[in-house]
């Protein structure tokens, strides 16, 4: 069995971030999320537990008839325990940019929009911010528009919000009381003054950051098997492209 991809060390890690969940959603066009939520059922199921995984835009992996629609509903009444969330930026203080870039509304580059994304990171306890990305244009100081804020003025009513941020490099965790993040460990082959350099905003870290844990074999073998097949129902050209990357000559 070859050693685990960066991107098998990316689902694997999400699996963990949804320990202890009992539904978790993914968003249209989220394929990594969408496999690390399939690898957290598999392990779930092979423990004799059970989470409920709702992947909108699949036909097999979705509990959801209408869409948004019931996905808003359910996380208003808390039967969504997580959700994941990315943004054209993130800043240190968790707040999120769908919007675009430079002076609203004169903005020079233009995103989809924010859609259900403050609504959601009010609601849903766990969201999981995600950049496979990790750089300076997206991790920034501040983010030019706030789509969604990282947190609330006191007195107001929020049971959901940032939970951990994960990209391609790194591992953090969100200290809400403080609204900063807290680096929580560095992917393999990469280091800490790298992940430094390439984020744009402070954060707290060790002085040795441990390195990102890979999947066992036992969770590889479940994530190239099973997950796969499940995933290349929704994703089949991520599907295909993560076996390809098993297969390719060292």
Known sequence: ????????????????LLSGVRHVAVGASSPIPAAGAMLRRALDEAAGERVRLSVLGSERHNFFTNGSVELFDAAGQGRVDAFFLGGGQI?????????????YPEVGVRWPGSFGSAYLYY?????????????PRVLVDRVDF??????????????????????????????????????????????LEEVRAATGFAFDHATAPPTTPTPAAATLRLLRTRVLDELAETYPDFA?????????PA
């Open 123 to 135: 609601v849903v306890p766990r969201v999981i911010l995600f950049r496979e990305e990790h750089s």
């Open 240 to 248: 295909g492209a993560l076996h390809e990357a098993l297969t390719a």
């Open 146 to 191: 706030v789509s969604a804020p990282g947190t609330s003025e006191a007195g107001i009513h929020r049971p959901g919000g940032p939970h951990a941020l994960l990209t391609g490099k790194a591992l953090f965790d969100f200290d809400r009381e403080r609204a900063r993040f807290v680096l929580r460990s560095v992917h393999p082959g990469h280091s």
């Open 1 to 16: 069995m070859t050693e685990a991809t960066p991107r098998e060390v990316l689902i694997g890690t999400i699996a963990e």
């Open 91 to 103: 800043d240190g203080s968790g707040n999120i940019n769908l919007v675009g870039t430079g002076e």
